[in-house]
């Protein structure tokens, strides 16, 4: 290592050790809020996009597609949030060679874990669009919109880790700016492909992966320039096996919850179809967008408190893990509680940002109020999952994704046969209720373990 790497390790430990958590917190949070955020933007903006231009088919495709790809994206978040804990609980200990292979391991990980996933996505991702009763220009659509998707697996991939790394690597700023790079080219080639070009719903899956892979590139080229920390070369790219699971097992939950998501959008979207019709799934359309949303600011308080809580495991310091934790849970709870007000105030306002069809934007005001009523926790829950992850108790995270679908899915049976299509709306909600309490419990055992006082946690909530 050279002496310029040298100084930049022990400025990083310095900061970590010296400065308060509450600084600490938003040093990294902020960034990670804003790059997650102005991703929500432009997943935002595609909705906008489709909901104008193509109308609630476009919409509907969209949403059965995106279950199927899912997990896609899930093995990203899970190679990306695990060898970003795993590297800064190295660092934290100043292991800094096995931080360097962590990151060495991934790399080599991410192309090899996408090449099955873009085959079998290409040639039966219509068996998915077909599971979920999708027909006419709604399997169409969707069909074009997966397999170009798949052909782009790797940049889908590597576009969600490598900013996770690049925070974790003390460039909490480049992470957010390749985020927002990547929204603003984004919107642009959405515009391009889906108002210029007319390319429907196919053009919105190019303007996606476009975008990803403008992010892969930079975040590539990072890592193996100057500016990293710890730096990378050819001979750092290496496969372990022990370590390949070590990482996959502390992310796993993220992908778990992935899975989870696209599970249960599948049962939704085809009882959807089943209770309802096309406009009342374009509706549920919408509201993931929204939802989307949310869940991006909650997932970036999560990704911005993960360092801090890891590099203080390494260290041994508790109190730092708690406050990273209550400070967290203040931001993603009080600020969705905010939200939910507004939204339920003026569901039609935000509903015709999507679309004019006065049929979907009443299905649509309908629908915000009877699913998102226990939004905030599904932020608290996301948090709470990465914190778990940050501490590489990669069971407990687990738990959590599984959890909310053992949950779900008997309330997803049983009030749809109660009560028709309001049974579909507020099915998730009340499982969050249920879910919510046994996590509160999981953080309490765990601050216990830690001597720390739970009511302080409590309070804070």
């Given at each position: 290592?050279?002496?310029?790497?040298?100084?930049?390790?022990?400025?990083?430990?310095?900061?970590?050790?010296?400065?308060?958590?509450?600084?600490?917190?938003?040093?990294?949070?902020?960034?990670?809020?804003?790059?997650?955020?102005?991703?929500?933007?432009?997943?935002?903006?595609?909705?906008?996009?489709?909901?104008?231009?193509?109308?609630?088919?476009?919409?509907?495709?969209?949403?059965?597609?995106?279950?199927?790809?899912?997990?896609?994206?899930?093995l990203?978040?899970?190679l990306?949030?695990?060898?970003?804990?795993?590297?800064?609980?190295?660092?934290?200990?100043?292991?800094?060679?096995?931080?360097?292979?962590?990151?060495?391991?991934?790399?080599?990980?991410?192309?090899?874990?996408?090449?099955?996933?873009?085959?079998?996505?290409?040639?039966?991702?219509?068996?998915?669009?077909?599971?979920?009763?999708?027909?006419?220009?709604?399997?169409?659509?969707?069909?074009?919109?997966?397999?170009?998707?798949?052909?782009?697996?790797?940049?889908?991939?590597?576009?969600?880790?490598?900013?996770?790394?690049?925070?974790?690597?003390?460039?909490?700023?480049?992470?957010?700016?390749?985020?927002?790079?990547?929204?603003?080219?984004?919107?642009?080639?959405?515009?391009?492909?889906?108002?210029?070009?007319?390319?429907?719903?196919?053009?919105?899956?190019?303007?996606?992966?476009?975008?990803?892979?403008?992010?892969?590139?930079?975040?590539?080229?990072?890592?193996?320039?100057?500016?990293?920390?710890?730096?990378l070369?050819?001979?750092?790219?290496?496969?372990?096996?022990?370590?390949?699971?070590?990482t996959?097992?502390?992310?796993?939950?993220?992908?778990?919850?992935?899975?989870?998501?696209?599970?249960?959008?599948?049962?939704?979207?085809?009882?959807?179809?089943?209770?309802?019709?096309?406009?009342?799934?374009?509706?549920?359309?919408?509201?993931?967008?929204?939802?989307?949303?949310?869940?991006?600011?909650?997932?970036?308080?999560?990704?911005?408190?993960?360092p801090?809580?890891?590099?203080?495991?390494?260290?041994?310091?508790n109190?730092?893990?708690?406050?990273?934790?209550?400070?967290?849970?203040?931001?993603?709870?009080?600020?969705?509680?905010?939200?939910?007000?507004?939204?339920f105030?003026?569901?039609?306002?935000?509903?015709?940002?999507?679309?004019?069809?006065?049929?979907?934007?009443?299905?649509?005001?309908?629908?915000?109020?009877?699913?998102?009523?226990?939004?905030?926790?599904?932020?608290?829950?996301?948090?709470?999952?990465?914190?778990?992850?940050?501490?590489?108790?990669?069971?407990?995270a687990t738990?959590?994704?599984?959890?909310?679908?053992?949950?779900?899915?008997?309330?997803?049976?049983?009030?749809?046969?109660?009560?028709?299509?309001?049974?579909?709306?507020?099915?998730?909600?009340?499982?969050?209720?249920?879910?919510?309490?046994?996590?509160?419990?999981?953080?309490?055992?765990?601050?216990?373990?830690?001597?720390?006082?739970?009511?302080?946690?409590?309070?804070?909530?």
């Open positions: 290592m050279s002496a310029h790497d040298h100084a930049l390790d022990s400025d990083h430990a310095t900061s970590m050790k010296s400065q308060p958590i509450s600084k600490l917190f938003w040093r990294y949070t902020l960034p990670a809020v804003m790059g997650m955020v102005v991703q929500g933007i432009y997943t935002l903006v595609d909705g906008i996009f489709i909901g104008h231009y193509i109308g609630a088919e476009g919409l509907a495709a969209v949403n059965l597609a995106w279950p199927v790809f899912a997990g896609v994206t899930g990203g978040l899970m990306g949030v695990g060898a970003s804990a795993l590297f800064s609980i190295e660092r934290g200990a100043e292991r800094l060679d096995r931080a360097r292979e962590v990151l060495g391991n991934v790399f080599v990980l991410l192309p090899l874990l996408s090449i099955p996933l873009a085959l079998l996505m290409y040639n039966w991702g219509d068996n998915g669009m077909l599971l979920q009763s999708a027909t006419g220009n709604v399997l169409t659509y969707g069909t074009d919109y997966l397999q170009i998707m798949a052909i782009g697996s790797f940049v889908a991939m590597a576009g969600v880790a490598l900013p996770m790394l690049i925070r974790n690597d003390e460039h909490p700023k480049l992470a957010t700016g390749l985020m927002c790079l990547g929204a603003v080219a984004n919107i642009f080639l959405d515009w391009l492909f889906v108002v210029v070009f007319k390319q429907g719903v196919a053009g919105a899956a190019i303007a996606t992966l476009l975008s990803q892979g403008i992010i892969t590139l930079i975040g590539i080229a990072h890592f193996f320039s100057s500016r990293a920390n710890e730096r070369y050819l001979r750092n790219l290496t496969l372990q096996l022990r370590l390949s699971l070590q996959m097992a502390t992310g796993l939950s993220s992908l778990v919850m992935f899975l989870y998501f696209s599970f249960v959008l599948i049962i939704h979207n085809r009882l959807f179809m089943e209770y309802g019709n096309v406009t009342i799934l374009a509706a549920f359309a919408i509201i993931g967008y929204i939802q989307g949303f949310y869940y991006m600011f909650a997932e970036g308080v999560g990704h911005g408190m993960q801090l809580v890891s590099y203080n495991k390494g260290a041994g310091n109190k730092n893990i708690r406050d990273a934790l209550m400070l967290a849970t203040k931001v993603v709870v009080g600020s969705c509680l905010v939200a939910q007000v507004l939204l105030a003026f569901p039609e306002v935000v509903a015709l940002v999507f679309t004019t069809d006065q049929a979907l934007v009443e299905a649509t005001a309908i629908g915000i109020r009877l699913h998102l009523f226990t939004m905030f926790l599904d932020g608290f829950i996301m948090v709470a999952a990465c914190y778990f992850q940050a501490l590489a108790k990669a069971h407990l738990f959590i994704a599984l959890g909310n679908m053992l949950v779900q899915l008997p309330l997803l049976y049983f009030l749809p046969k109660w009560i028709g299509v309001t049974g579909v709306w507020i099915s998730m909600p009340v499982s969050n209720i249920f879910l919510a309490s046994v996590v509160i419990g999981f953080i309490w055992l765990d601050l216990r373990e830690r001597k720390i006082d739970p009511e302080k946690l409590h309070q804070a909530a």
